[in-house]
């Protein structure tokens, strides 16, 4: 998702100007369901997903937040 620099300033629109229910929907696809999807980490080391990454951390409520941190924590010795 978003490892290219067109489709990562398209998904960061979505993230700007979507609906909170699309922003979530966003956020879940991006964490996935369970601890074991790696797409967030992958997406934080890639040269265009992480600015997705970045924004969705700008443009998520407090409950997102609060997810995302946690998921993220546990990669922070890979990074």
Request: hydrophobic residues 35%; charged residues 25%.
């Amino acid at each position: 998702m978003s490892q290219q620099k067109y489709a990562s300033n398209v998904v960061e629109k979505c993230l700007s100007f979507g609906t909170p229910e699309e922003r979530q929907t966003l956020v879940n696809e991006i964490l996935g369901t369970t601890d074991e999807n790696e797409l967030h980490q992958v997406m934080m080391n890639d040269q265009f997903a992480n600015y997705v990454v970045q924004k969705m951390l700008e443009t998520c409520d407090d409950q997102q937040l609060d997810l995302i941190l946690n998921r993220m924590r546990v990669h922070l010795g890979a990074l």
